[in-house]
């Protein structure tokens, strides 16, 4: 119960991890006519979560596999292949700057985990320390399962793009939420479908929504830097 209490502390929004700066292609999309109607909202979120699923829950579960003294080779190969496919330069940023705010966060959280040795070895092998990476490393070193860590990833992600739709203005609190409820019943299905691969299993899945993140840098005004 403990636990479960400490993970809901977690995904609190008020949590200074910087992700609702982000709208991961929410706004571009908006911006340049991808997603014009709440029903087309409602795909785009299945599309958003079906890449989260294929693309992050591989990497969690990798990590979550490797013993929390575990700093070597195999995390390397884990790391330099997340890095490959981190192929949007903002989302690139944005993985690097919401990894240093995690660890951070969570080295003051949990001092016994001794979390600082895991950015000491990141920075000795002068490797990229990636949000998603993080999460699951510091959170497993915490004590905390897998299989809680992936499915606090897809509300995390689900949370931060209704929370920037209806910043947007482009759907209200009452239908956004109520939204954020009706998309928890697929979790189960990308659970099965992806929760149990390795690294070298995940993809990309939603090469419009890469372009929706690419073209941002191109939006005239910005709510969000991504």
């Known amino acids: ?14 949590i200074p991890t ?3 700066a982000y709208s991961y292609g929410l706004e571009s999309s908006i911006t340049f006519g991808l997603l014009k109607t709440p029903f087309g909202l ?23 596999q490797l013993a929390p003294a575990n700093l070597g ?10 890095d490959a496919m981190m192929l949007v330069p903002t989302l690139h940023r944005a993985s690097l700057v919401q990894g240093k705010n995690w ?7 949990y001092p016994a ?40 990833y897809l509300h995390m992600a689900l949370r931060d793009q209704l929370s920037a739709a209806i910043r947007l203005g482009f759907v209200g609190p009452m239908a956004g939420h109520q939204l954020q409820h009706d998309f928890y ?15 070298h299993e995940a993809c990309r899945s939603a090469f419009l929504l890469d372009a929706a993140q690419i073209l941002h840098e191109d939006i005239y005004s910005k709510l969000f830097q991504n």
């Not at 119960?1 to 008020?14: E, I």
């Not at 019943?185 to 690294?199: G, V, Y």
């Open 1 to 14: 119960m403990t636990q479960f209490a400490r993970l809901l502390h977690l995904v609190d929004s008020a």
């Open 18 to 20: 910087g992700s609702f």
């Open 42 to 64: 409602r795909n785009y979120l299945y599309s958003y979560l079906q890449q989260v699923a294929s693309m992050e829950l591989p990497f969690i579960n990798s990590c979550g």
């Open 73 to 82: 080779s195999e995390l390397r190969d884990v790391v330099e292949a997340y």
């Open 103 to 109: 660890l951070k966060l969570l080295e003051s959280f």
């Open 113 to 152: 985990a001794q979390l600082q040795d895991l950015g000491a070895w990141f920075a000795a092998q002068e490797l990229p320390l990636h949000f998603t990476l993080v999460f699951a490393l510091a959170l497993t070193r915490a004590g905390f399962a897998v299989a809680d860590l992936q499915t606090m």
């Open 185 to 199: 019943t697929i979790f189960e299905e990308l659970l099965t479908n992806h929760a149990h691969k390795e690294h």
